[in-house]
């Protein structure tokens, strides 16, 4: 190809990508603007659920007589980019209600555009309180329904206080949390730090020590420094706070040094898809917010389960698929309720709705620290046993008891 | 030459001065000399192929990582499907790599041999950036391990435990770093590769065929770290973008010990594998251990450069 | 000849200061995005023309994003200002490191520039009291409030001083400078050029640039973040654009980033999963192709073509 003519070539896609981003569609169908990181399977999979959702809405009729539109941009993980797709599906396609989110980092770089348009955002990303913070208490157009940072931890403490009353012999006074060195786990070790301090455990006050590691998913996959440094304060419990990329690893390694605190628990955003399947997995115990488990006992979820394989061919394998499926049934559920898209009539609507979730409860909406309308509050604790993920509370929901302690390395 | 001026020499001074913190480390750190010598033995073997390429090509393989990304796969997907254990797998790869090699040499780096330097890592980069995305379409960005039991293996000497496992690099590095030096001195491929790598007209008077040397040289260096991208998935989750952290460390080393200097790899990621864990040891300062790490990176590379312009 | 040149970057330059006018905003938002890369590349290529290659353009560029954000919180400062400040923070850093590292050339230099941009990063992370630590900071507003506008209009202003510094480099003595010192630097030396003098002064200019460039995204994004700010990707993009452009010249990198932003926008719109695939593709064949980058390859074809009809 002749350069001059690659030049030109390159000034036609220019300009034609100027007149495509100008084309105002129609404005017959409901849209919904998806912002999801696409490289990263958990954007991947609630963009395919959101859209499992949108067809199932369509098949049934739609909303208020139209049909629903979903229209998926990538953020690539990149603050700019993120910012840059909320101006595109606000001003250019124009759309009705914002959805999506995974990435913190990415939500704020978007988070002070938003504010300029305040259209009805629904957010299912973004954990960082930070967040919460650079959102202010008076967007009352800001739905959040992942569970912030300190929610997560409460919801531990929660957890972990109903576990002992029920098995007193389950110790849960020393803690040990080696984190990731990026904000995903220093933001974890924070709260719980924070956390900790209000606890009242049958010990007294609960012992938390923390160290950070660098996680295999940025280069590093080294943990036996931290694991021998956690062995050493002889925890009644192990948390790690890392990516998905950590999880076999670190229990080879804990191995390799005879670390088996009487609970391990791992805290990934996912788990690689054959963690189940290694002996190491035995008794780990996962916080989480859904499980493929949770199909056995929520009609819902099975639903959904079943709905999202027959369409993508692929099984669920984070909890952002559900929650996906949940953005899109939420907005749906509040905008028939509202019968109007009318703002402060959808607002209202939606702080009314509840809806029975696939991740394995209801959703509805309560202020927390700072915004208005925060949708789940809760984690779960999760057990692996025998290659499966199992409910150990809300007990609720619990699919099996915990298995305590966690086995020796001798004895898999 | 008697022992005293034999003391006088500089490397045997640095060769004595390391036995000495070895033997203090060994004794107040045990696991620090433990795993700071299997850590640097797995950037070094990573790094040799990559020091391969530059020191006779002359390239700056920037899609070196993602090759050893695609070995990792190679090698579990043999074993999803024929079972084959990783370790062996080995042999398969070194065979498998070298053809794809080849082909990349073939099709695309030769075209950018006589290009300006920043025009090869450019196309490197870009080479890199298409693996990583065409493996991410394949295979989802989720990361993969093989459950294996002997990953986890470690020996008890009185009451001090260590792992055994990770050694398998140290024995990884010298097998490669010995095997180079011998191929490079003692084969007549080897020699006439070294000759390209210093003066490739003059290689090309005397009649040795540059253009097969590169295809060789570069293979070669492909079938390495694809074999090591097997090893390498016995003990790390693997995933698209798990090769391009250990790119740049390479690239790193390989500025450290200077181009062309084989052995100096090995010494320089001593030295960081040992200052890593080092910092790493002490509670509190796991923080920092990368500052230690890139600040010695710039000492070295700025002694050995005073070194150069003081001779 | 020299007029009519000044007329045509004129038009340009008020074309793109009234673009807000009659373009939307998301188009605005996506021009923001290749300001700030035609800047990263302007000022990586500048310091490229003394023959050294940079990878310490995301160091500088987060080192300015702090410093500007850190600055206007804890003291007030007008943003703009902050902005300014920035960049000075980028050059004094700059003048200090370069004083020791630019004895190093090539290779070496490079990864010496790649340590210390994973340095700054890291000893930024480790202090969480001043700089929020891993999470970074927010700040309360992003700058003008987010107007669409005016953010735009500072990344144009951004984007013009580098393109001043760029031409100015190359129509006064320090292009002869630069060029001679990266063809040969013993006959620079020997013609009386202190090359260590130039290299730090160009150094520290293309670091500030770098610097006051970081401080304008941070102050439009409204944060910063050790993982954000100092992402690789403000050291690699900025090189493919200059490369791609054209290295070696004021337009080449503009128009690099031009073309990979669209790109890669644009592609994004089209291919939501494997745009990036497309991306790296045409950067490996447009350098099979088209070795001197845009740019250059069209420059030659022009004076190919101008030699054979013989005329002047």
């Known amino acids: 190809m002749r350069p001059k003519l690659f030049v030109l070539l390159m000034a036609v896609v220019f300009v034609a990508s100027l007149s495509v981003t100008y084309e105002v569609k129609a404005a017959e169908p409901i849209k919904l603007g998806a912002i999801l990181p696409l490289a990263d399977i958990t954007g991947d999979q609630a963009a395919k659920a959101m859209k499992v959702a ?51 980092g990415v939500h704020l770089g978007q988070i002070p555009i938003m504010k300029k348009y305040e259209k009805v955002t629904v957010w299912i990303g973004a954990a960082s309180s930070r967040c919460e913070q650079a959102v202010g208490a008076d967007a009352t157009w800001y739905f959040h329904l ?61 012992h938390l020590e923390g160290e950070s590691f660098k996680s295999a998913a940025l280069g590093g996959g080294d943990y036996r420094t ?80 079943d709905a999202y394989i027959k369409e993508v061919k692929q099984e669920p394998a984070t909890y952002f698929a559900p929650l996906g499926y949940t953005n899109i ?41 700072i915004i208005k309308n925060q949708g789940f509050t809760k984690q779960k604790i999760l057990q692996w046993q025998k290659g499966q993920q199992q409910v150990i509370w809300p007990f609720e929901f619990s699919t099996s008891q915990l298995s305590y302690p966690f086995p020796s390395w001798q004895k898999r | 030459m008697n022992v005293f001026s034999k003391l006088k020499q500089s490397n045997y001074q640095i060769a004595i001065v390391s036995v000495f913190l070895a033997i203090i480390l060994a004794s107040w750190k045990p696991h620090v000399l433990i795993e700071g010598i299997q850590r640097a033995c797995l950037y070094a073997v990573i790094a040799l192929p990559m020091a391969l390429i530059l020191g006779i090509v002359g390239i700056i393989n920037l899609a070196h990582g993602e090759y050893m990304m695609l070995g990792a796969y190679f090698a579990y997907f043999l074993n999803v499907y024929t079972g084959m254990d990783p370790l062996l797998a080995v042999f398969p790869a070194l065979l498998a ?133 097997a090893v390498f998935m016995t003990r790390h989750s693997i995933f698209p973008l798990v090769g391009a952290p250990f790119t740049m460390k390479s690239f790193c080393l390989i500025a450290m010990a200077g181009i062309g200097n084989l052995m100096g790899i090995l010494w320089c990621s001593l030295i960081l594998g040992l200052a890593e864990n080092f ?21 070295v590379i700025m002694v050995r450069s005073h070194q150069r312009q003081v001779k | 000849m020299r007029i009519s040149r000044y007329f045509l970057y004129i038009a340009i330059l008020i074309i793109l200061l009234t673009l807000p006018f009659y373009t939307g905003v998301y188009f605005l938002n996506v021009m923001d995005i290749i300001l700030i890369y035609i800047a990263l590349a302007l000022s990586w290529d500048m310091l490229l023309r003394s023959g050294q290659i940079s990878f310490g353009v995301a160091g500088l560029f987060g080192v300015g994003g702090y410093a500007a954000v850190l600055l206007n919180l804890n003291t007030g400062m007008n943003p703009l200002i902050s902005i300014v400040m920035g960049g000075l923070a980028a050059g004094i850093l700059a003048w200090l490191v370069g004083m ?106 293309t670091s500030a640039i770098q610097g006051m460039t970081g401080g304008a995204y941070a102050h439009i994004y409204g944060f910063v973040s050790p993982e954000g700010s100092f992402s690789v990707d403000f050291t690699l993009l900025p090189i493919a654009m200059a490369l791609l452009g054209g290295m070696h010249s004021t337009w080449g990198p503009v128009v690099g980033a031009v073309v990979l932003g669209v790109v890669s926008e644009f592609l994004k719109l089209q291919i939501p999963y494997g745009h990036l695939l497309v991306y790296g593709l045409i950067i490996v064949i447009t350098i099979l192709f088209f070795p001197q980058g845009i740019l250059g390859t069209v420059g030659q074809r022009l004076k190919n073509r101008q030699r054979l009809r013989g005329s002047p």
């Open chain 3, 100 to 205: 020791a590292v630019l004895q190093l050339r090539g290779m070496y230099f490079a990864i010496v520039t790649l340590a210390l941009a994973e340095i700054f990063r890291v000893i930024i992370r480790n202090l969480p009291d001043l700089t929020g630590g891993p999470e970074g900071t927010v700040l309360p507003s992003a700058i003008f409030a987010g107007n669409s506008t005016k953010t735009y209009w500072l990344a144009i202003a951004v984007a013009v001083v580098s393109v001043i510094a760029s031409e100015l480099f190359r129509r006064t003595r320090i292009h002869f400078a630069l060029t001679s010192i990266r063809n040969d630097e013993i006959v620079a030396k020997s013609s009386g050029i202190d090359v260590f003098k130039y290299l730090v002064f160009i150094f520290v200019i």
């Open chain 1, 226 to 305: 931290v694991l021998r440094h956690a062995q050493e304060t002889k925890p009644d419990i192990f948390l790690w706070t890392g990516y998905d990329a950590d999880a076999l690893p670190i229990m080879e390694q804990a191995k390799e040094i005879g670390f088996a605190p009487p609970i391990f628990i791992g805290s990934p955003p996912g788990w690689p898809a054959t963690f189940g399947k290694s002996p190491l997995a035995e008794a780990v115990t996962l916080y989480g917010m859904w499980a493929p488990s949770i199909k056995e006992v929520s009609k819902v979820s099975k639903h959904f389960w």
């Open chain 1, 54 to 104: 949108v067809d199932e809405i369509n098949k049934s009729g739609g909303l208020l007589g139209r049909k629903v539109e979903l229209i998926v941009v990538d953020d690539e993980m990149k603050p700019e980019k993120g910012a840059a797709a909320v101006e595109k599906l606000v001003t250019v396609d124009k759309v009705d209600v914002l959805v999506g989110g995974m990435s913190s």
């Open chain 2, 97 to 229: 790599f070298f053809l794809i090699g080849i082909v990349s040499y073939k099709a695309i780096i030769k075209y950018v041999l006589d290009a300006p330097e920043l025009n090869q890592l450019l196309l490197t980069f870009g080479l890199a950036m298409v693996i990583e995305q065409l493996a991410n379409l394949v295979w989802t960005s989720r990361p993969i391990k093989l459950p294996l039991k002997y990953v986890s293996s470690s020996a008890t000497i009185g009451s001090f435990t260590f792992g055994t496992y990770e050694f398998i690099y140290v024995g990884g590095a010298m097998i490669v770093l010995i095997g180079l030096q011998l191929f490079l001195k003692r084969t007549n491929t080897g020699q006439a590769a070294l000759a390209v790598g210093q003066n490739p007209r003059g290689a090309k008077l005397v009649g040795i065929h540059v253009d097969r040397t590169y295809l060789f040289i570069f293979s070669l260096s492909i079938a390495l770290v694809g074999a090591i991208g």
């Open chain 2, 279 to 299: 910092v790493l040891s002490f509670r509190g300062y796991a923080g920092w251990a990368d500052i230690l790490f890139f600040a010695l990176i710039v000492l």
């Open chain 1, 146 to 206: 992942h569970p912030w940072d300190y929610q997560q931890g409460a919801s531990y403490l929660e957890g972990w206080t109903a576990i002992n009353k029920k098995s007193p012999q389950v110790k849960i006074d020393k803690w040990f949390n080696a984190y990731e060195e990026g904000a995903f786990g220093t933001a974890g070790f924070k709260a719980g730090q924070a956390l900790y301090k209000d606890w009242l455990t049958p010990g007294g006050k609960p």
């Open chain 1, 329 to 369: 049934y939420f907005v749906a559920d509040g905008i028939k309720k509202a019968k109007t898209l009318d703002k402060p009539a959808l607002i209202k609507a939606l702080q009314e709705t509840k809806y029975v979730s696939p991740i394995g409860e209801t959703l509805t909406i309560k202020p927390s620290t």
